[in-house]
């Protein structure tokens, strides 16, 4: 486990966020970025909740997202598990 860790941590690629991730062979797709089961999650359980739901309510507007709803996800997600890993916040240079 610490070996994969270590491996997520210091590849310089975040490729945590790319498809086909496998952790075991430690390879991932850099060609699909932003396709991790991680982003799918994250955006399902902030706005796929119940029959009320954003999502739910709004459809026609989740059907193509934003690059910036998306990049805002991956942000989140980064700052989320690295901070999970070293056990302390994770701050984040806001630049336009």
Same mark, same amino acid.
């Given at each position: !486990? =610490?070996? *994969? /860790?270590?491996?997520l941590l *210091? /590849?310089?690629? &975040?490729? #945590?966020?790319c498809?086909?991730? &496998?952790?075991k062979?430690k390879?991932?797709?850099?060609?699909?970025?932003f396709? =991790?089961p991680?982003?799918?999650?994250?955006?399902? $359980?902030q #706005? #796929?909740?119940?029959?009320? $739901?954003?999502?739910i309510?709004? !459809?026609?507007? #989740?059907?193509?997202l934003?690059?910036?709803?998306?990049a805002?996800? =991956?942000?989140?997600?980064?700052? =989320?598990?690295?901070? !999970?890993?070293?056990s302390?916040?994770?701050?984040?240079?806001?630049?336009?």
């Amino acid at each position: !486990m =610490a070996l *994969t /860790t270590n491996w997520l941590l *210091t /590849t310089k690629k &975040d490729l #945590f966020f790319c498809g086909e991730l &496998d952790l075991k062979a430690k390879t991932f797709n850099k060609n699909l970025p932003f396709r =991790a089961p991680l982003l799918h999650q994250l955006l399902y $359980s902030q #706005f #796929f909740q119940g029959p009320g $739901s954003e999502g739910i309510a709004y !459809m026609e507007h #989740f059907q193509k997202l934003p690059n910036n709803l998306i990049a805002l996800l =991956a942000t989140a997600g980064e700052c =989320a598990y690295k901070g !999970m890993l070293t056990s302390s916040p994770v701050w984040v240079q806001q630049t336009e």
